[in-house]
Each structure stands twice: as structure tokens, then as C-alpha cells.
């Protein structure tokens, strides 16, 4: 399938190609030609430039992007800590970092919520004030964010998976639709707001501090596999010319603080640059695997990579696990038993992992396996694996999972720890998750 039939049609403009240089303008001519501040704008629009690296980073990897807005960011007022909001949080003293491997049922949805207040924080590692960690949301909401309020995170990328309803992702740079199948992300420090179209959603959100997603390197594989980045959607200008007052709230240092805004937060008319959010279908991936023996790595489903400060090892990789063909030879089948020295953040958004169908009422569950924690399937799973004919299986169309792998080991929130419940094995009383004993050295 090149890419998912949609149920809910999605009525915006998009570019095309992730890390190109883009530019969009929403009135014609609104983009200053051979430079980007004359002395007056001849609409009457005012220049700003948000900075996603450093000035002076490498031209391959530098992300600018100059806006033309009806008035600046700097209409504003002074900002007020929001005492007491859910997403404040310390690393350092309000996480607890488990070994055990854990796994959450789906969340209900909070239906009076919109999608900033039904955030919640499962777990995370590091420190947004060094820029260095990852932090793992799932969210619910039954509600639109109101129409003059505004959102963002200084402290890291937001990677957005939606697994059940819509999302109409308003930003500065424009609109995005992102459903089911499809993920987005919104970089560090660009404003959005969240509408729902079709009523009631949820998901997952990854934060990462420690840079900016990117597709991996594709090394022996080519030029062609995986994500391509002429698949990456960039939406195209689009502003809101409002009087009054807008709300803004962001997030840093993981501390939310509000302040007003004259006018609205979307009033960019025009844009150029390399900083920008952007979308992708995810039945768009070209997948690679083995085709002949033994179970391959998750890491070449890699869809998109985020670096750490520790060579080699990714602060994030967003991980799709959906259809294909299943066709090695004299194979365990299932993902084998591992103690792996990055953590894996897991969830289901629909049919399941494998070709095995998952019940109903567990489909949009999460698991977390820490780093060097063993992981692996069940005692019935890895039997009947075991035991089965191994011929050419496809995983079907609608299963759809992703993972996150983090070189960082996942401390959880209290709210989290309390809802989460064993993934493997056990205790006395199952015989340690029952796993059997087929050793036999008579046999050598």
C-alpha cells in the first residue's frame, strides 16, 4: 500500500521534502525578494526569525526560518508561572526509574479535555535545561483548544502519534491534518493549537531535548528504503488577522508559564526557511528486513532519529512496525529474548505487532522495557513460535505499532507507575511466567 485511504480527507496545501529550503506565502508577493529586511514592508508586515540551531551550525544541518507576521512576538505581555500545571515537572526528583517491564492498558479518553490539559507525562530521562533527554506523553481530549490560545515547547520536539480521532494542527507556518497512520512534529519553539474535527482523540507524544528528528543515514541500503523524504508534507502559509488578545503558554525548563498576546499567534502571512513542522504517512514507508534467516534488528524501521550527546547512540529513534512480509527461513519469528542497552517505549495503534490480531480492548496499549531489563514475548507466544511452519507470512494492512528506543533508561511519573501492570514473566505463583524447560543434554 504506497500510502493510506484515508476516511477523513484532509482539505490543506503541503510542500514537499524534509530538510529542503521552502518558502510560502499566503498573499502573492508578500515575500521580500533579494533580501529579507527592507526598511519597510510594503504590506505593513513586520520581519521575525525563529532560530532552530545556532547561527553559525553547519549549512547542511542549519535550521533558520525568517517570518513576515501583521505583528511581532514581542506584543506581548510579561510571563506568570502557572502553579500546579501537570506537564511541571523536575527529572531529577519527580521520576522513578524501575527495572521492571511494564505495560499500560489503554487510556480512556478525557473527553472535557483539549490537548494541552489532557497531556500526561508517563516518564522521561535527562534534563530540558542542558537540552539533553527525552520525555514520553500520552495524551486524550474530547475538546478543541480555544480559538485564541497558543502553545509551545522550548525545551524540545514534539513528535505527535495519534492513534484514534483527528488532529487540526494549527502553527505559524500554517495548518496540518494528522490522523491515525500519519505523525507529525512540531519543532522546538514553534507555536500550534489543536482542533479536533472529528470529535474525540488520543495518542502518544514524544519530547526530545537533546536536537531535532531527522530521517538516518541509509548507509548500505542506498538511496532508496525507508522514509523518503520527498514523502515528508510541509504546510504552506496560512495566517489569522485577529484583534483582541490571545492566550500563550509555553513550556520551559519543564515549567508552563502564560502571558497575552495582541492579536493572534498565527499572523505570519509569509515564510522562508529550513525550521519548519512537518507530517508524514506512515503506509508510505518502504520497509527492509531479512529474507532468508534470522530475526533483524527493529532499528532498521527506523523512520526518524533524534542525536544524544553520547556518539552512536540516539537520544530517540521513532520506530514503525506495520505491514510486510514476514519470510525467513528456520526463524524465530518473534522478536527473541534481549537485554538491550537503549530502553524501549512501545504502542499499539491498531490490529497489533504481528500477525497475530491483539483483542480489541487492547488495542492503543504501551509498554516500557528499561534499558539492560529483559525483553521479549510470553511463554504461549514463544512456544507457538516455535513449534510453527515457517513459510512467507504477511503482517496485515491495518496492524500498526510503533516504538521508541532511547539511549536513556525511563524514570516513570507517579501517575504512570501506578496504572502500569507486568509485561512478562512473574512470580511463583505462574511458575515465573511459565516459561518450560526444553533442555535436554541426552540429545548431544
Not at 370 to 395: F, L, Q, Y
Not at 409 to 422: D, F, N, Q, S
Request: proline share 7%; aromatic share 12%; glycine share 8%.
Amino acid at each position: 500500500m504506497p500510502s493510506t485511504k484515508f476516511e477523513i480527507e484532509d482539505p490543506y496545501q503541503y510542500a514537499t521534502g524534509l530538510n529542503s529550503y521552502h518558502e510560502s506565502e499566503s498573499i502573492a508577493g508578500a515575500l521580500p525578494k533579494a533580501q529579507n529586511l527592507p526598511q519597510k514592508h510594503h504590506l505593513g508586515l513586520y520581519p521575525e526569525r525563529i532560530s532552530g540551531t545556532s547561527f553559525t551550525a553547519k549549512r547542511a544541518v542549519n535550521k533558520q526560518t525568517f517570518m513576515w507576521r501583521i505583528l511581532p512576538s514581542a506584543a506581548q505581555s510579561a510571563w506568570n508561572l502557572i502553579e500546579g500545571h501537570p506537564l511541571n515537572v523536575n527529572f531529577h526528583i519527580d521520576l522513578t526509574f524501575l527495572p521492571d517491564q511494564l505495560s499500560w492498558k489503554p487510556f480512556a479518553v478525557e473527553s472535557d479535555c483539549n490537548f494541552i490539559n489532557g497531556l500526561r507525562l508517563i516518564g522521561g530521562a535527562g534534563d530540558p535545561n542542558v537540552k539533553n533527554g527525552v520525555a514520553y506523553y500520552s495524551f486524550s481530549c474530547g475538546v478543541d483548544m480555544e480559538e485564541k490560545t497558543a502553545f509551545y515547547s522550548a525545551d524540545g520536539d514534539w513528535l505527535i502519534v495519534p492513534q484514534t480521532g483527528v488532529l487540526d494542527i494549527q502553527t505559524e507556518l500554517g495548518m496540518m491534518r494528522v490522523r491515525p497512520r500519519e505523525i507529525c512534529v512540531v519543532p522546538r519553539g514553534i507555536r500550534f493549537r489543536v482542533a479536533l474535527p472529528s470529535g474525540q482523540t488520543k495518542g502518544y507524544v514524544c519530547e526530545t531535548f537533546s536536537g531535532h528528528f531527522d530521517v538516518p543515514e541509509l548507509g548500505p541500503i542506498g538511496s532508496l528504503g525507508l522514509a523518503n523524504i520527498r514523502d515528508f508534507e510541509i504546510p504552506s502559509a496560512a495566517y489569522t488577522d485577529a484583534d483582541g488578545v490571545t492566550e500563550l503558554m509555553v513550556k520551559m525548563a519543564g515549567k508552563v508559564s502564560r502571558a497575552s498576546l495582541k492579536g493572534s499567534a498565527f499572523n505570519a502571512v509569509a515564510w522562508h526557511g529550513t525550521y519548519y513542522p512537518f507530517k508524514y504517512d506512515l503506509s508510505k514507508f518502504m520497509p527492509m528486513g531479512s529474507t532468508l534467516y534470522d530475526h533483524q534488528d527493529p532499528s532498521i524501521y527506523t523512520v526518524l532519529t533524534c542525536p544524544s550527546d553520547k556518539p552512536d547512540h540516539p537520544a530517540v529513534d521513532f520506530i514503525y512496525v506495520g505491514p510486510r512480509w514476514v519470510i525467513m527461513e528456520d526463524t524465530l519469528h518473534v522478536p527473541y529474548f534481549h537485554r538491550n542497552t537503549m530502553s524501549e517505549f512501545a504502542a499499539v495503534i491498531s490490529g497489533g505487532f504481528d500477525t497475530t490480531p491483539m483483542p480489541e480492548e487492547m488495542i492503543g496499549s504501551c509498554m516500557l522495557h528499561n534499558g539492560m531489563s529483559t525483553h521479549g514475548m510470553s511463554a504461549p507466544v514463544i512456544e507457538d513460535s516455535m513449534n510453527r511452519e515457517t513459510k512467507p507470512e504477511r503482517i496485515p494492512s491495518d496492524h500498526v505499532a510503533v516504538l521508541f528506543e532511547s539511549c536513556y533508561p525511563i524514570g516513570l511519573t507517579e501517575w504512570a507507575r501506578k496504572r502500569g501492570e507486568p509485561d512478562i514473566g512473574g512470580d511463583e505463583t505462574n511458575d515465573f511466567g511459565g516459561y518450560k524447560r526444553f533442555f535436554d543434554a541426552s540429545k548431544v
